[in-house]
């Protein structure tokens, strides 16, 4: 018996893919039972390493950090899919003076890291007298490339349709707009909606490179927070918080 993408596994491969998961279980809760324990026995699940939370100043300072991530995340969220989408039609004309361009584009800031793109605009651009904030740097940023990879994520869903969809329609007298708003974007979004997820997720990690240009998001609060002295240095504690509120969004 087979199915769609793989052939479905007999009893001995059931057999062994249940030994090898329960292995992989154990070796994680094993893992993590040795974090915990390193961390327990240099103390840092000491009450003194934990008392700078209780302090009303740094909750709100890590909540003007949180509003930060997720407007920085939200606007370049927004902005990558708009990208994205106009890079995706373009790339899929019939004319070639849209199709080369967007290829050009889209390939170009696909190969420079984020963090380079973030620098030129936040460093280079005042060279040229144009003046960036921080905010708009992060946002630009992850939008030129996060855009040019949905742009991709875009066509490739689009062209894994069979032909036979776009074919019936235009047999039908539909215009290419009405072929792709109208049959082809339909199917194509729930094949791409898991591979979109996971790009806005990177979006919304790579907000903490801000921290290099000293946008106060999460990330630049925490280092912030961490290297305070009177609280003997709280870098483990403010690290796992913080991890876990990226985890929770």
Request: net charge positive; charged share 10%.
């Amino acid at each position: 018996m087979t199915a769609v993408l793989y052939d479905v596994p007999g009893p001995r491969a059931r057999r062994r893919n249940r030994i090898l998961g329960v292995v992989g279980i154990v070796a994680v809760v094993a893992f993590v039972a040795f974090v915990v324990y390193r961390l327990a026995v240099t103390g840092q699940f000491e009450p003194e390493k934990w008392e700078i939370f209780t302090f009303k100043a740094v909750q709100l300072l890590l909540l003007d950090a949180l509003l930060n991530t997720l407007s920085a995340f939200a606007v370049a969220a927004v902005l990558s899919l708009l990208v994205g989408g106009l890079l995706a039609a373009a790339r899929l004309s019939d004319h070639a003076a849209l199709r080369f361009p967007a290829m050009v584009v889209v390939e170009f800031f696909r190969a420079i890291p984020v963090l380079v793109m973030i620098f030129t605009i936040y460093y280079g651009l005042p060279a040229a007298g144009v003046t960036i904030s921080a905010f708009w740097a992060v946002v630009i940023g992850l939008t030129l490339y996060n855009g040019s990879v949905l742009a991709e994520v875009f066509r490739a869903g689009v062209l894994a349709l069979p032909k036979g969809q776009s074919e019936a329609a235009y047999a039908l007298g539909m215009r290419k707009t009405q072929v792709m708003t109208a049959v082809l974007l339909p199917q194509a979004l729930r094949a791409m909606l898991p591979t979109i997820i996971s790009q806005l997720v990177v979006v919304l990690k790579d907000t903490a490179l801000g921290f290099l240009i000293g946008y106060p998001e999460l990330l630049f609060t925490a280092r912030l927070l961490g290297s305070q002295g009177e609280f003997e240095l709280p870098i483990i504690p403010v690290a796992i918080v913080v991890a876990l509120i990226y985890i929770a969004m």
